[in-house]
């Protein structure tokens, strides 16, 4: 019987004091954890869920590499639609291509223009990090701190990398100001 009692000693400090003390089975006490898992899954699902909402038109913006407000945009925007709408009173089309052409020229040519120059940013970032990476590894095994690897990348490399780690760069520097003033 020795070895009945040294497996129930194992088995509730396996289990955890709370479940030894209050008589729920191990069966119990899976179904909990399983339950607590589920949960976390969830939650984590929700928050997945909620990045993966549209960015606002002012990241669209930046992730296209312009330096334009928001409200400028949607100016361009509706003068070109201006522009289009009143060549097609010129050219005396119907209310309803005029309308048409209007609309699509201001809501979706400059969006389309914006996801073109995001997407043709975004393959010039990935074919020029690879050598931020190479230059970074360069330099920390060479004895540089890591700030000033990063520093090298944001003077060094080529648009949009360059940019990229510019503002890594100052976002490190500005979390460490806030950092010391505490």
């Known amino acids: 019987a020795p070895s009945g009692e040294t497996s129930k000693k194992r088995l509730a400090a396996a289990v955890g004091?709370?479940?030894?003390?209050?008589?729920?089975?191990?069966?119990?006490?899976?179904?909990?954890?399983?339950?607590?898992?589920q949960s976390l899954l969830k939650d984590l699902e929700k928050q997945q869920a909620a990045k993966k909402q549209r960015p606002t038109?002012?990241?669209?913006?930046?992730?296209?590499?312009?330096?334009?407000?928001?409200?400028?945009?949607?100016?361009a925007s509706a003068a070109a639609a201006a522009v289009v709408a009143l060549i097609c009173l010129i050219l005396r089309e119907s209310p309803i291509v005029d309308a048409l052409a209007a609309f699509g020229v201001g809501?979706?040519?400059?969006?389309?223009?914006?996801?073109?120059?995001?997407?043709?940013?975004?393959?010039?970032?990935?074919?020029?990090?690879?050598?931020?990476?190479?230059?970074?590894?360069?330099?920390?095994?060479?004895?540089?701190?890591?700030?000033?690897?990063?520093?090298?990348?944001?003077?060094?490399?080529?648009?949009?990398?360059?940019?990229?780690?510019?503002?890594?760069v100052e976002s490190l520097k500005r979390s460490e100001e806030r950092r010391v003033g505490k």
């Open 17 to 37: 004091p709370q479940a030894a003390g209050s008589g729920r089975s191990v069966a119990d006490i899976n179904q909990q954890r399983r339950k607590n898992v």
């Open 57 to 75: 038109m002012r990241r669209r913006i930046e992730q296209a590499g312009l330096e334009i407000s928001v409200q400028t945009f949607w100016i």
């Open 107 to 168: 809501i979706g040519l400059p969006r389309w223009i914006l996801a073109f120059l995001t997407k043709r940013r975004q393959k010039k970032f990935t074919l020029e990090f690879a050598n931020a990476i190479d230059v970074i590894i360069r330099s920390v095994r060479s004895g540089l701190p890591t700030n000033e690897a990063l520093k090298i990348c944001a003077k060094e490399m080529p648009e949009p990398v360059a940019g990229e780690f510019s503002k890594l």
